[in-house]
């Protein structure tokens, strides 16, 4: 698919530089029309231009005369159809009915196409990492929610994607567990242990750990020999790996979320040549036995040993980076963590920079922060007794929810066992993921399940059924797949009315949106889009027939095939929006 906005910035870049030959870097502002009386798009730059012209070579202009200049230097093209001046100097572009109508048959026969790519580019998106031996809580949700979604949206615009799951495996919890373990289920190197309720198991090495010193003791024993690798210690650590393992792939699969796990651990070989570069760089400073590294314009020190010897997160954190930036030659490196560890990563980046690995000019390396979910009272989000909520709990009550309310539209007597558990799960997890995505993800958000499932308004479960009401359209005029195929390669696609241009517009600017979200990855954009396109699609249908029936038989008399058309089109990109979230619809509902 084409992105028209930047398309007509090309245009606009030529015909300034042919009207303003001498102006260096002149300013380009492009976007769509917010009325339909003001054209398509809108070119804004002739105050900026104004006000460089004065400053530069001290002409007095009027932003009026610099947009007749630049009208009167657009090239010739297949865009637009006129251009306008309106008030101090804005410039009004109209688009072409016959380039809409031949993009929008490109987009039938050829399907929902990314939109073109300079080079294909090594993106690594690091997110979800909950901790080893602790449940999945609804922090967890936001960062494994929001980094798919970037995935799926970097995948689909044919970039190389490695999605890691930074999983905290390694470090001094893991003595208490051990010791733990070895005090419970003394056989454990033969038997494996049938640790169900890990969570609980952490509880207890926790408290003995606070509470027995001697236990204290061992378990930093046991960190000493499972971090120089002694076999017995390195198998207690996977035990313990794999049970939480095991109940982290529930959450996956049930968001069908795909990972590939490389764990703090991962990076305990490289560590030591971290510290060591950073010494020969002469960026190292001894404070009280740690060895520590100041960071030019970053309040808080780096710590990359602490005083006994051992690494921290910070060293693990640059060896992270390194192998990242080094090892898989990463293009873009996206950290989707919350907002608490800013201050954080901005340090590592910067000594990063610092040292010398990469160039932000040349790499970019970025924090997705991400705010906090709250509950109905606008406190963090917890359970009557003030437990985090584990995550299992509440897709289950998500699950449970959603099929209550599938039976209250009396969904479970039209639909058959199968559509109702398909519409059940669709409804359920989409409106969970779109709950967060469809939130500016900087900002904390409110989690309720009533919001979520309400059929109203800027929800998954309206954008379902709108959707589901645009595949049934052709379903029951009797039109199947080959016969939209055939008419999408013959017939025009008239855009006579205004509904129907104000759809067809709107389909078109999918790439745009896209392109905007690969600038700032705030995905909440592509969620607003859709709703403005269902809501579009629905002003559309109501004013113009697609399927025209007898008033005495009810039969159907004629079928508006262009009509059908646009309806499949909006139906195929709605496909790949949801598709970008990770959202399923299902074909009935």
Not at 236 to 254: G, T
Request: glycine content about 6%.
């Amino acid at each position: 698919m084409i992105n028209i906005n930047s398309r007509i910035q090309e245009i606009f870049r030529d015909a300034i530089k042919a009207a303003y030959p001498d102006l260096e870097n002149p300013p380009l502002a492009v976007t769509p029309s917010q009325q339909p009386k003001f054209g398509d798009y809108q070119c804004n730059s002739a105050m900026s231009i104004t006000k460089m012209l004065l400053k530069t070579s001290e002409q007095k202009v009027s932003p009026r005369e610099i947009a007749d200049h630049i009208s009167r230097n657009i090239p010739d093209n297949e865009y637009t159809e006129k251009v306008e001046i309106a008030g101090p100097g804005f410039i009004n572009v109209h688009l072409r009915k016959d380039f809409v109508s031949k993009q929008l048959s490109s987009l039938l026969v050829n399907g929902v196409q990314p939109p073109a790519i300079e080079n294909r580019k090594k993106v690594v998106v690091d997110f979800s990492s909950p901790n080893i031996a602790k449940e999945m809580h609804v922090g967890h949700l936001r960062s494994t929610i929001i980094g798919d979604s970037m995935c799926r949206l970097f995948e689909f615009v044919g970039y190389d994607v490695l999605r890691l799951n930074h999983l905290g495996d390694w470090g001094t919890q893991f003595g208490m567990l051990i010791a733990h373990l070895q005090d419970k289920f003394p056989d454990f190197l033969t038997v494996s242990p049938p640790i169900g309720d890990l969570q609980a198991f952490y509880k207890e090495s926790k408290r003995r750990f606070d509470t027995e010193e001697e236990f204290k003791k061992r378990a930093y024993q046991c960190v000493v020999l499972l971090q120089s690798k002694n076999p017995d210690f390195i198998k207690a650590w996977k035990l313990i790996c794999d049970v939480s393992r095991k109940e982290f792939q529930k959450i996956y699969d049930c968001l069908d979320i795909k990972l590939i796990e490389r764990g703090e651990s991962y990076y305990q070989d490289m560590m030591k040549d971290i510290v060591q570069e950073f010494e020969d760089r002469g960026f190292v400073q001894m404070d009280e036995g740690r060895k520590i590294v100041f960071v030019p314009g970053c309040s808080v020190p780096l710590t990359i040993m602490k005083s006994d010897g051992g690494f921290t997160y910070d060293t693990s954190d640059l060896a992270a980076l390194k192998q990242r930036l080094f090892e898989e030659k990463a293009d873009i490196i996206v950290y989707v963590v919350d907002s608490g560890q800013s201050v954080h990563l901005q340090t590592i980046y910067a000594a990063g920079q610092m040292i010398g690995w990469y160039d932000p000019a040349v790499t970019r390396v970025v924090h997705a922060a991400f705010g906090v979910v709250l509950g109905e009272d606008k406190k963090k989000f917890k359970t009557r007794s003030g437990d985090t909520v584990r995550l299992i709990e509440l897709l289950e009550e998500g699950l449970k929810r959603s099929m209550d309310k599938l039976k209250d539209k009396e969904r479970d007597k039209v639909l058959t066992e199968e559509e109702l558990k398909a519409a059940q799960i669709s409804v359920a997890f989409g409106c969970i993921k779109y709950a967060d995505l469809s939130h500016n993800r900087m900002n904390d958000y409110i989690f309720s399940f009533d919001k979520m499932l309400d059929d109203r308004g800027n929800t998954a479960a309206y954008l379902l059924y709108a959707f589901t009401r645009i595949r049934s359209i052709a379903r029951l005029a009797n039109i199947d797949e080959e016969m939209l195929q055939k008419a999408a390669r013959e017939t025009k696609i008239l855009l006579d009315h205004e509904k129907e241009w104000k759809l067809g517009k709107c389909i078109l600017r999918f790439p745009e949106i896209l392109q905007k979200i690969l600038d700032d990855l705030l995905l909440h954009t592509l969620c607003d889009y859709l709703y403005e396109l269902a809501t579009t699609f629905t002003e559309f249908y109501d004013n113009c027939y697609c399927v025209e029936k007898d008033r005495q038989t009810g039969m159907i008399a004629k079928v508006n095939m262009w009509r059908m058309l646009l309806c499949e089109a909006t139906a195929a990109v709605m496909a790949k929006g949801f598709d970008i979230l990770g959202i399923k619809p299902v074909q009935k509902m």
